[in-house]
């Protein structure tokens, strides 16, 4: 398929890969070398700190909240987006891109606006006795906002090509529209929600700016891996860092290597690749 | 099981698409619903699976109203366009679909399902490719599975859109054959949408004609050439030629040297002489002269009368007649249709094939008035 383009001159190759090596692969190599430098057994000690530990309990009860919360809300949102047409619907997927486009500061500060002391709901919640800023309800909160579009933007370009025939096949030979769902929708777009899955949970366990505004670093208690990295670190604790760094920069390497192993298994499975009728 | 709709209107947004559609196919009859694009042919066979909802009139199956009834429960087998194959299932578990969602109560066993699957793909001639997925068939393949797949489910009517419409032209005629066939043995009512005449008329038992959100007219194929109720009706199934004329006391005047005056039945008033190329008469000697003549299956002449071209057929075996020399018309196998009512607007706009023929003419005619 390449071949009807003249072949690339091996300086454009060259050059392009050097960009690659020295904007990306550098500095994650960087992050490894510090752990290896300082040796395994004294980057695995930085684990046994309890501060850290708290840390990474947090980030995974984070991620484990937003992940399925925004897998299934992503599903739902792609499906209205995809197979109906409503007043509003433009607007929608409009907005759903939002928090990809906002800063991230913003995604934290609307929570702070909205639940902080001095915040529109501060009274219901004082009355309630619940804290949600500087506390986990006000991670979860800045995470589900910033993490929603991954599903969806995978889903609605897939689900708008597939078109809505099979599910309608489907009805017509006598499915209920849960069965509709279970037997025919959802098979039909499982690989591009598995990848829109692993980007979520990636950028839920990574996410800094937005969870940064709402967390308040309470040390041990409302600080997230990446925010336990810069505390560390402005602490003096480099090798602990870094330690906690590599943790989190090997989450995303195997994220990225998921996703590239379900691209190419998309491309050569049958039935996941869109054949136009 | 007889199948019956009553007064459907649809309108999507602003646009109407069906006024008040009345039409009804009997138990074991294959209706085909003819018409260009836009027409509503899809739209009223949505109506009747379910899949879309009328604003107003009744769809009724077997004597029963649908209306409330969801698409599942109404036990049609719809064959879609592009044929809708689950593209992750195989074609035996595609076929099987349809009786593995059932209730419990009414579901077959998986013995039971294997044998019913084994035996439609048997009735598709496909036995062997029970295996495959969907893009891994040909085309008429996956228009075969579609079928089975609705059949398994043993609906009460049969509902194919466009069946044939994405296949090259000899598997078209193949299938046309084969689906005629399995309708018949089946007895199933069943009605499919179509924009191709010759199909249409080759495989139905009845025809309706849509145009424009409405029914023109409802017959048999030999009806619908024997007796087309409007000059839209005549175009669509098949060529036509057609010279404008004025009516005046029982006689059509061409006004054009070479075509003759005809007696007419229609009230005064500009009308359309229509007829197919083949109920063309020529003769020597007149004032129409051949421009062009070519032998095929038919002999194929072109005539030109004053600024008209006028294309005919001769039967096979004619011998062509030179060119430039003088000739006349025969005519008198005109049809006649009133102009300018509403039904039956400027001809430009709505010759949908055959364009070499009906086209230059119209173009002409129109210079001409």
């Known amino acids: 398929m390449t071949a009807r383009f003249p072949p690339v001159p091996v300086a454009v190759v060259l050059a392009a890969l050097a960009v690659l090596a020295l904007l990306v692969l550098l500095p994650l190599a960087v992050v490894f070398a510090e752990v290896l430098d300082q040796g395994i057994g004294r980057a695995l000690a930085a684990f046994d700190d309890p501060e850290s530990q708290a840390a990474i309990r947090l980030s995974l009860l984070v991620a484990g909240i937003s992940v399925p919360v925004n897998t299934l809300g992503g599903l739902a949102a792609s499906w209205c987006i995809a197979r109906f047409r409503f007043a509003g619907r433009g607007l929608l997927l409009t907005f759903v891109e939002l928090p990809l486009s906002v800063s991230p500061v913003i995604s934290g500060l609307v929570w702070v606006l909205l639940f902080g002391a001095q915040g529109w709901f501060a009274p219901a919640l004082d009355r309630l006795g619940l804290q949600v800023i500087f506390a986990t309800p006000g991670l979860v909160l800045a995470t589900l906002f910033v993490t929603f579009p991954y599903v969806v933007r995978q889903l609605v370009p897939l689900m708008l090509a597939q078109g809505s025939d099979e599910e309608e096949a489907a009805l017509t030979l006598g499915a209920r529209p849960w069965a509709m769902f279970w037997h025919v929708t959802l098979p039909n777009v499982r690989w591009a929600l598995l990848q829109g899955v692993l980007l979520l949970n990636a950028r839920a366990m990574g996410e800094f700016g937005a969870v940064s505004v709402v967390s308040g670093r309470i040390r041990g208690q409302t600080l997230t891996m990446p925010l336990q990295i810069e505390a560390l670190y402005n602490d003096f604790q480099a090798p602990a860092a870094f330690s906690m760094a590599a943790l989190l920069a090997l989450l995303a390497l195997v994220t990225l290597a998921a996703k590239a192993a379900l691209e190419w298994h998309t491309r050569r499975a049958p039935d996941a690749a869109w054949v136009p009728a | ?369």
């Not at chain 2, 039971?112 to 035996?119: C, D, L, M, S, T």
């Not at chain 2, 084969?178 to 010759?198: F, S, Y």
């Open chain 2, 1 to 369: 099981m007889s199948l019956a709709l009553q007064g459907i209107t649809k309108r999507f947004g602003a646009t109407p698409a069906l006024h008040g559609i009345d039409l009804a196919a009997a138990e074991g009859e294959f209706l085909a619903l003819l018409g260009p694009s836009g027409s509503g042919k899809t739209t009223l066979l949505r109506m009747i699976a379910g899949l879309e909802a009328a604003d107003s009139g009744r769809v009724q199956i077997g004597g029963a109203d649908m209306a409330g009834v969801p698409a599942r429960a109404r036990g049609v087998g719809f064959v879609f366009q592009h044929y809708a194959l689950f593209r992750h299932m195989t074609v035996a578990d595609n076929i099987a679909f349809g009786l593995r969602v059932r209730p419990r109560a009414r579901r077959p066993g998986p013995a039971a399902i294997r044998a019913r699957v084994a035996e439609l793909l048997a009735l598709v001639q496909m036995p062997e490719l029970a295996g495959r997925y969907p893009d891994q068939l040909s085309g008429g393949q996956r228009q075969r599975v579609a079928l089975a797949r609705a059949l398994a489910i043993e609906p009460r009517v049969l509902l194919l859109d466009e069946p044939f419409g994405a296949l090259d032209a000899e598997v078209r005629r193949d299938l046309r054959r084969w689906l005629r066939e399995l309708h018949d043995r089946t007895g199933l009512t069943t009605v499919m949408v179509t924009h191709d005449q010759a199909e249409a008329l080759e495989v139905a038992d009845r025809v309706a004609i849509m145009r424009g959100g409405r029914v023109e007219q409802v017959d048999t194929p030999a009806g619908l050439w024997a007796a087309p109720a409007s000059a839209f009706v005549y175009r669509f199934i098949g060529d036509a030629v057609e010279l404008p004329c004025a009516v005046r006391g029982g006689i059509a005047r061409f006004g054009v040297p070479g075509l003759p005056d005809l007696p007419c039945q229609l009230p005064d008033g500009d009308a359309l002489a229509m007829l197919r190329p083949h109920e063309i008469g020529l003769a020597e000697g007149g004032e129409a002269r051949v421009r062009a003549a070519a032998a095929g299956p038919s002999v194929r002449v072109e005539v030109q009368a004053g600024g008209l071209v006028i294309e005919l057929l001769l039967p096979p075996g004619a011998v062509p007649p030179a060119i430039g020399s003088a000739c006349r018309l025969d005519l008198r196998a005109a049809r006649f249709f009133g102009r300018g009512a509403a039904q039956n607007p400027a001809p430009v706009a709505m010759c949908p094939r055959r364009a070499p023929c009906a086209g230059r003419i119209q173009g002409s005619a129109l210079a001409l008035s």
